[in-house]
């Protein structure tokens, strides 16, 4: 267990039911699909989805691809788990467009199928990044479903030392309004401090009751790598440093 180890106490993990809402730049669908295979092979029903939109993932990453509504979708989540005695990931999508993209489904209708119970946990990607390795969210973002249990926050560590510029941050303005930097500004450890603890950053809307994670990614290079352990050890938060490209965690506090 990579990530799974340090965000869930593995005395639990055997009855844990958890809703998890990965936001963030630099890492989300990484991070959905890794805990999605590690939870499937302890045996777990996953549900793997989006509040907004993923490219369709590669026939390697799931069991079984559904596009529609909630109903449909309960009606026929007793046929799929029949049909296999061992963990499962189930991606679900309202539709895939003309760009190959899974459509994202309402919060509410996440909610719901949490609560049945019906799979072990649900993964959602509650947020929208084109590829870019951090952001602060605009007025309509995040989309975290109000039942969501755990929240992971995810910044891709290469940013450090690069300047706010289109070429490294999603949305400028509200990057700027959250962070109080500059245009062309270096992005730095008090920028990402900013970033994180503002109500309108990279935790804004996660539910009260919710355990927020942070995860600082990309973080391959040793330079990058030891600056993102002494940052995040100073903060109070729980935090994972990792490569998930290596599929490695260098540090972890719960």
């Known amino acids: 267990m990579i990530l799974l180890r340090e965000?869930?106490?593995?005395?639990?993990?055997?009855?844990?039911?958890?809703?998890?809402?990965?936001?963030?730049?630099?890492?989300?669908t990484s991070t959905m699909f890794s805990l999605a295979r590690e939870l499937r092979s302890l045996g777990k029903r996953v549900l793997v989805t989006t509040t907004t939109a993923i490219y369709e993932p590669s026939a390697k990453e799931y069991d079984r691809l559904y596009t529609g509504d909630r109903?449909?979708?309960?009606?026929?989540?007793?046929?799929?788990?029949?049909?296999?005695?061992?963990?499962?990931?189930?991606?679900?999508?309202?539709?895939?467009?003309?760009?190959?993209?899974?459509?994202?489904?309402?919060?509410?209708?996440?909610?719901?199928?949490?609560?049945?119970?019906?799979?072990?946990?649900?993964?959602?990607?509650?947020?929208?990044?084109?590829?870019?390795?951090?952001k602060a969210p605009k007025d309509h973002e995040p989309v975290i479903p109000s039942a969501a249990t755990i929240v992971i926050g995810v910044i891709g560590m290469e940013v450090l030392g690069k300047p706010v510029d289109e070429n490294s941050v999603?949305?400028?303005?509200?990057?700027?309004?959250?962070?109080?930097?500059?245009?062309?500004?270096?992005?730095?450890e008090e920028v990402l401090r900013r970033l994180i603890f503002h109500e309108k950053g990279l935790f804004k809307g996660a539910p009260p009751?919710?355990?927020?994670?942070?995860?600082?990614?990309?973080?391959?290079?040793?330079?990058?790598?030891?600056r993102a352990l002494a940052f995040a050890e100073d903060l109070s938060i729980p935090y994972l440093v990792t490569s998930l490209q290596k599929g490695k965690v260098y540090g972890a506090k719960k």
């Open 7 to 28: 965000i869930v106490d593995p005395s639990v993990l055997e009855n844990s039911e958890e809703l998890v809402t990965i936001v963030g730049a630099g890492g989300k």
């Open 71 to 134: 109903k449909s979708l309960t009606k026929k989540i007793p046929n799929f788990h029949n049909s296999r005695n061992s963990g499962e990931i189930t991606v679900w999508g309202s539709k895939t467009d003309h760009q190959g993209k899974l459509q994202g489904i309402k919060p509410e209708d996440i909610d719901a199928i949490f609560k049945a119970r019906e799979f072990s946990w649900i993964l959602v990607e509650g947020d929208g990044a084109k590829r870019k390795n951090i």
């Open 170 to 188: 999603h949305g400028i303005a509200p990057f700027i309004e959250v962070t109080g930097a500059k245009s062309g500004d270096k992005i730095e």
């Open 209 to 226: 009751g919710a355990k927020r994670i942070l995860l600082l990614n990309q973080c391959e290079d040793i330079e990058i790598r030891n």
